[in-house]
């Protein structure tokens, strides 16, 4: 017998579906390893897999999603969209495709720890969640460890901490179908479209939790001053930074005087050195809860 075949006839499922996208930035290597730590080597997995390819691949990548697709033990579909059109629209593709009510995400260089799904399920069923994150261990390409991404634990610590930075991980999200489809889906908001996507959930009465165990590592690519946290900063991050600042005054999350503080801060951030932005997001953000105190 195969190991597909015997990993499916001994492949414990619950009915959700694995939501992933790929672009030409992915690697075959990465996708296979966030695939199978997300299907084969959960204690509960997925009973559907959807994967948006966003674009033109490598051929080895396109070759990996025809193989994955070919051997996975769940039933597996491959969205393949002719040009590049970003995350949150090739989500919003990938989301029209899911069979079922609840969707957890994955992004395609990340790992999803065994008990993950099992943990994340059973919450969301005991309490009648429509999102649910969890905290996340950390690593690198250049072989550091960054450390860990803490989240708020609770409904109203989340409003508190959303004031000024996503409270959910957005890589670690279990959320219902229809309740994000209620917001309009994914939404146009530079690299902050998971961002966006919970202000606009909890704005409109969503129930949002999380689980402060985590149960992903999530890769941070290269964490030198060159690396991800040069991606960071610049004008477009900046600008992105206060259209979020905007949409959180218009929600009422925060106040005129917060978003004026909240915009001249973070916008500074993006604008500080690499190597500068890489200290202060280790201590403040990363392995922190910032920003859940002050004026409103």
């Known amino acids: 017998m195969s190991d597909a075949k015997q990993t499916e006839n001994t492949l414990k499922t619950a009915p959700f579906t694995l939501l992933m996208s790929v672009y030409a930035g992915d690697t075959a290597h990465d996708l296979k390893r966030a695939f199978e730590s997300s299907v084969q080597e ?11 390819q966003d674009g033109p691949v490598s051929p080895e990548l396109a070759a990996m999603l025809e193989t994955i697709a070919a051997a996975a033990p769940i039933r ?22 899911c069979s079922y ?39 690198s390409s250049n072989h550091t460890t960054p ?27 279990l959320y219902r179908k229809s309740a994000v489809e209620a917001v309009g889906g994914y939404d146009e908001m530079g690299s902050m479209e998971d961002y966006y996507l919970v202000i606009r959930m909890l704005a409109n009465g969503a129930k949002v939790d999380n689980l402060a165990e985590p149960l992903l590592a999530y890769n941070v690519g290269d964490t030198t001053a ?45 604008l500080l050195p690499a190597g500068l932005k890489r200290r202060l997001f280790s201590r403040f953000v990363a392995n922190g809860l910032p920003g859940e105190r002050g004026t409103k």
């Open 147 to 173: 450390g860990m991404r803490r989240v708020p634990p609770t409904g109203a610590a989340i409003r508190t901490h959303i004031r000024t930075h996503n409270p959910v991980n957005h890589p670690t999200m």
């Open 42 to 52: 959960q204690t509960l997995a997925p009973a559907e897999a959807v994967i948006v």
């Open 226 to 270: 060159s690396g991800v946290y040069k991606r960071r900063g610049g004008i477009e991050p900046l600008i992105t930074e206060v259209r979020i600042q905007w949409q959180l005054l218009r929600a009422g999350f925060i106040g005129p005087v917060r978003f004026i503080v909240n915009s001249a801060v973070k916008g500074t951030y993006r």
């Open 76 to 97: 597996t579909k491959i969205i393949k969209l002719a040009r590049n059109q970003g995350l949150g629209a090739a989500l919003n593709n990938g989301l029209a495709a």
């Open 101 to 139: 009510e609840y969707v957890a995400r994955m992004d395609a260089d990340d790992v999803s720890l065994p008990e993950r799904f099992a943990t994340q399920w059973a919450r969301v069923q005991r309490d009648n969640l429509d999102l649910l994150g969890t905290g996340m261990y950390e690593f």
